[in-house]
């Protein structure tokens, strides 16, 4: 490329001013044919760092990409406010937010070329054809798509396509980059580049990123922060690895982590945690006698010959450098996992005992955690 062509071009480093992005008291309703109310987003406040990327992370039908049309403008919302810095932007047209967009489906229009797709933005913002055409390579150069501008979308593969989308949301240099669920439509190793990608990108743009998807393993490996999101309510914020470590309730616990966080029915009595069959397993827990529900992460089930856990493996799991035991707790008719150093050798039948090095202790009927 012509040094001469791009030198009153700014680079990627200082085009993108990331800004912060305030969600304040945010309603969303939807009205079915027959008049059923289902409330999307439900006073949602939050505010997300200029220059981080935030995944936005929950199941199906909790409000995410709700929440992620409210801040680009394709929604209203029945209430509250959104503030790219200290700007109002509620009302303000969608084109005129400094938004760039990228679709789970990518959006890609088939009968243009790359470098045709990246430049469309800039043609309805009446960018002259030679800026344009300078600013489309340099965001190719940036996604690693600088030899693909003259191919055809159905000439790319699935990462190739996601990467035009994103260098054309970025060419517009928004002020925010949203993405919407951009990495469901990819196999598994695709899957792992692209989110990688996205990182990079967005660590050497600086730009503010919204990254929504279902995927709690995407959101926190790539995330500065996570927003756990349940029927269209706020659970929990905060960096990855504390929001696993220290989750505020029952659904935060379930919803993170892979394998699932055991769950097993217990009681305090005393300022002890007592398995049903009647075992301590911990104390310190500054509460009334009740019953209550243990939450114990896979890894936190440590293999001890003086462990209060007891257990029957009923299946073994090689999972590379670790295995995994399914095991059926003594006197609770209860399976749990465990995660162990592949170095131990164990059989269906074998009888074994744990330590619980982290206890989490839910209320039973609010799904509250008790600290």
Do not use: W
Request: charged letters at 25%; glycine letters at 8%; proline letters at 5%.
């Amino acid at each position: 490329m012509n040094k001469e062509t791009t030198k009153d071009i700014p680079d990627s480093s200082t085009v993108y001013k990331g800004v912060t992005v305030t969600l304040q008291n945010l309603t969303k309703e939807f009205v079915d044919k027959k008049g059923k109310v289902t409330v999307a987003v439900n006073d949602f406040s939050v505010t997300i760092p200029a220059g981080k990327l935030v995944g936005l992370l929950g199941p199906s039908g909790c409000g995410k990409s709700t929440t992620l049309y409210m801040i680009c403008g394709l929604h209203k919302p029945d209430a509250g406010a959104i503030l790219f810095d200290d700007e109002d932007v509620t009302n303000t047209p969608p084109e005129k937010r400094g938004i760039g967009m990228v679709f789970q489906n990518y959006a890609l229009y088939p009968h243009m070329t790359v470098k045709q797709n990246i430049m469309f933005p800039l043609e309805n913002l009446r960018v002259p054809h030679k800026e344009a055409l300078v600013r489309a390579q340099k965001l190719a150069e940036l996604v690693h798509i600088g030899d693909l501008m003259d191919r055809k979308p159905n000439q790319l593969s699935g990462g190739q396509q996601q990467r035009v989308a994103i260098a054309r949301a970025l060419v517009k240099e928004p002020r925010v980059l949203l993405l919407d669920e951009p990495l469901s439509n990819l196999d598994a190793r695709l899957r792992l580049q692209t989110r990688e990608e996205i990182r990079r990108i967005q660590k050497e743009t600086g730009i503010t990123t919204i990254f929504v998807t279902h995927d709690q393993e995407e959101a926190m490996s790539i995330s500065d922060e996570i927003i756990v999101m349940n029927e269209g309510i706020k659970q929990q914020i905060g960096h990855p690895q504390d929001v696993y470590e220290e989750p505020v309730n029952l659904f935060v616990a379930k919803f993170l982590g892979n394998p699932q966080i055991n769950i097993v029915p217990g009681i305090l009595a005393g300022g002890k945690c007592l398995l049903e069959n009647g075992e301590v397993i911990d104390s310190g827990i500054n509460q009334p006698d009740q019953e209550v529900l243990f939450g114990m992460r896979p890894e936190y089930l440590k293999l001890s010959k003086q462990g209060k856990i007891l257990a029957t493996v009923d299946l073994v799991e090689h999972i590379g450098r670790d295995t995994m035991l399914i095991c059926v707790l003594h006197g609770l008719n209860l399976k749990v996992r465990a995660i162990i150093p592949s170095e131990y050798r164990f059989a269906p039948g074998d009888e074994v005992r744990f330590e619980c090095s982290k206890l989490f202790v839910f209320n039973k009927t609010t799904g509250e955690r008790y600290k």
